[in-house]
């Protein structure tokens, strides 16, 4: 019986709508319903000649430079300062005055106004003592390679600041925590060696951990190594000059980074032999915060000169022009 009395609907509707279609003007090239069922369906259906109502927009806050640009985070102050700003500033924070961290590159490209060649780039790492911690030594030298883009950590570069020709290098503390092995201590040694043949200030910027731990007793031997370099440069009455930045420790402290005629460092850069933890536990005292930090050092009388990043090319400038007696 239900089916019985759909199908005459059914036949109905279709018989309609054909009708519809008939009678309907197609000859004008479009689909006009008028005064059809189909005609009168459509214009039924009060959606689609009901207005759209009327979209609310809201007006979005302006984005500011840090919201569009590559940006990086203060570790002091927490702001985000834009990459370019940082670069603009030499990785000093606008706000709160901190150092950021520079890498070797950026240091020396920030330090000399004309740089002419790279040295020490023939040394490369072997691993004399099969060194295996939680991977062995050769792919921690891969995988810090193909990181930081550096073949080592110590960067050596002959170039000018202003009139004065000069050796600089720069540790790269990314690199195995710019930590000094033997080409590290190959590259010191040549840029030294550089500096003593024609009579120019050797320029160090330090940022090491300290000797490396895969090297063994050969990371030890450089210790004596750049300190018999630096020895045949004041033999010789050839400047050198070390520029402490953060942080500063083990190894390289008790050699090259204090052996210099003239130390300065950076404001707040951690220097130190031992860590401020390991000192602690050995003599069971509390250690207040500025022990270690540069500007302690310098009321101690370790250092020379604690100086600003945006000082630092012109100081240097200065001590060396003297000491070279330009
Ligand atoms: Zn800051």
Redo the contacts with the bound molecule.
Sequence with gaps: MTTNNKLPKTKTAEKSADCAFKDSSFKDGGFKPESTSAGEMLQSNTWLSRPVPRVKRHSLPQLTAVETEPSTQ?P??H?MITNTALIFNSYV?P??D?HLAMTARERLADFLDQIDNELGQQFTTGDPLKFVDSKPYPHRMLQMQDKTGESEALIVFKGKLRDLTMVACAFDFRFMGGSMGSVVGDRFVEAAELALEHKIPLVCFAASGGARMQEGVLSLMQMARTGAAIERLRLAGVPYMVVLTNPVYGGVTASLAMLGDIHIAEPKAMIGFAGKRVIEQTVRETLEEPFQRAEYLLEHGVIDQVVHRHQLNDTVYRLLAKLMHI
Excluded: K
Aim: proline share 0%; glycine share 0%.
């Design positions: 203060c002091q102050c702001s924070c706000h709160c901190h």
